[in-house]
């Protein structure tokens, strides 16, 4: 596997690969597989192939074969891919029945972990691509933010703004990830108050090509718009009932808002720590 420092990951993924031994050595014994007998790594993170890369190395595969063996696990069927999957799929598109391979045992854990960190290493990750391989991480690693930050050599606000972006609608991510929409403005779009607007922004943006400034300008007047909205609507009978009752509760103000589709937010006023702790006295909120 070729070491390409993509998107300037840091040190410590070297280490991360060494440790789940992922490349070729000289004395590994390198065995000829069916490619029927393969299957590619199920946590495998990347979901689109480019058609034209993948055909250039068919080619040359067809041409000269592989030179570098791929590496799998021995499997209840076979065989899984733990690196080259792009190998296998040219091998594929070339004809070839057989493959080069070198088998290593590896668990799930560690088969999920080259999954993510192999396509991590690479230049042309889409972002969704990049923030579902950090929510992996996470989510079946049970890892933090902050300690995927420490692993991968980036930043945790990096880290944060990539896996934000999966908050975003699937055809806004479908956009971001065809390129019709950048990743600047994609995080833009996030901080649009009104969720159910952004998806026409986003195609607006899109189709009139709008900077990140503009878009950032056009968002903060919707804000404010759906803010002097909101303030202007008087609130009914109950909404000002409930605030009195918690007054009376707390003593002190408490703004009940509501905004659409039924939701809201309540927020009660507190002078200092000692108000504030007296408040979470009255909610049973026990802070060690």
Known sequence: ?????????????????????TEARSDDAVVDLK???????????????????LNDLA???????VFQPIIVRKSVNGYEIIAGERRF?????AEKTTIPAIIRDFDER?????????????????????????????KKLNLTQAEVSKRLGKSRPYIANYL????????????LSEGKLSMGQARTLLSLKDKSKLLALAKRTASEGLTVRQLEKLIAEQNEGAKKKAAAQPKSPYL???????VDRFGTKVNIAQTHKGKGKIEIDFTNTEDLNRILSLLDVNID
């Open 1 to 21: 596997m070729v070491n390409k420092k993509g998107k300037g990951l840091g040190r410590g993924i070297d280490a991360i690969f060494s440790d789940l031994d």
């Open 35 to 53: 490619l029927a007998e393969i299957r590619p790594n199920p946590y495998q993170p990347r979901q689109n192939f480019d058609e034209s890369a």
């Open 59 to 65: 080619q040359s595969i067809r041409a000269t074969g």
């Open 89 to 93: 799929r040219a091998s594929k598109l």
């Open 110 to 138: 560690a088969m999920m972990e080259v999954a993510v960190l192999e396509n991590l290493q690479r230049e042309n990750l889409t972002p969704i691509e990049e923030a579902q391989a950090y929510d992996m991480l996470i």
């Open 164 to 175: 934000r972006l999966l908050s975003l609608p699937p055809i806004v991510k479908q956009m």
């Open 240 to 246: 000002r009932a409930s605030e009195n009752q918690l």
